[in-house]
């Protein structure tokens, strides 16, 4: 009983000081460790040309669209920044990657993840003026966890209107809609399976009355046959990756095909 006592204080000083910490360790996740993040793509073929070369590497990227309406790639899970730095270094000899990179240190929340990062460059000489001091940085707001799910949702919408072509002969072949899925909560610091079925495995099980911003919603013709997934955004409405070539879109949970397949609900956050 004792022990039992111990494990839960320990949980909530956890979720007291990371805001996904526990909710990741409560729903059997991990919270994702140091990324890289390379490119300003005005143009989403662009985002997609450079995430389809990494992925020919063996790498899972995925690309996304940040508050500015500019595309951004991502990848990479390190426990240590350096380890990040040295694969981008390397990357960057080989010419995977452009020469502006930002290390993505892990989130505390959506909004660091995609405020407009500083790249990693070294800054220029200056001859006629002293370098200017720079400014400490304050941290960002912690977010509890019902702050997470609303930022889940947001970020889930800006998806909304990209082509999805991540697939083909890549290493996320045939992860359509839980590639998608997958990219949301990376972004927002939780690292969840590949697939929409080890999806449903994780996570609290929660009643299509108890849906909340941020939530999966899986679709298919029973627990042991998931075929779908998306994040559920508020007013009986969920973004998804319909299919393969397809743009992300919203659609509601009431149309009657998704009503006839829904198999069930799930929470992270």
Not at 34 to 39: C, D, L, P, S
Not at 84 to 98: D, H, P, V
Request: aromatic share 10%.
């Amino acid at each position: 009983m004792l022990k039992s006592i111990k494990i839960s204080t320990i949980c909530l000083v956890l979720f007291a000081s990371v805001a996904t910490g526990c909710a990741a360790e409560r729903a059997g996740l991990k919270s994702v460790g140091f990324a890289i993040q390379v490119g300003a793509f005005s143009d989403v073929r662009n985002a997609e040309r450079m995430t389809k070369k990494l992925q020919e590497q063996g790498i899972e990227a995925f690309y996304f669209k940040r508050e500015n309406g500019i595309y951004a790639v991502r990848f990479g899970d390190f426990e240590h920044r350096e380890q990040a730095r040295l694969t981008a270094l390397k990357l960057l000899k080989s010419r995977t990657i452009t020469k502006d990179y930002f290390i993505a240190a892990p989130q505390r929340d959506i909004a660091v993840a995609t405020r407009q990062p500083s790249l990693e460059k070294a800054p220029e000489p200056s001859l006629s003026k002293p370098p200017k001091v720079k400014k400490r940085e304050t941290q960002p707001p912690r977010r509890d966890r019902s702050d997470m799910g609303g930022i889940a949702a947001r970020t889930a919408e800006r998806f909304v209107g990209i082509p999805y072509r991540w697939g083909g002969d890549t290493v996320v072949d045939g992860m359509d809609c839980s590639g998608f899925v997958r990219a949301v909560y990376n972004l927002c610091g939780v690292n969840i399976p590949r697939t929409s079925r080890d999806q449903y495995r994780v996570g609290d099980v929660i009643g299509k009355d108890e849906l909340k911003d941020g939530d999966l919603v899986f679709f298919g013709a029973s627990v042991d046959e998931i075929s779908h997934v998306g994040i559920f955004v508020g007013n009986g409405r969920f973004v998804h990756a319909p299919r393969r070539g397809d743009d992300i879109k919203i659609s509601t949970l009431d149309d009657p095909y998704f009503v006839k397949r829904f198999v069930g609900a799930k929470r992270y956050f």
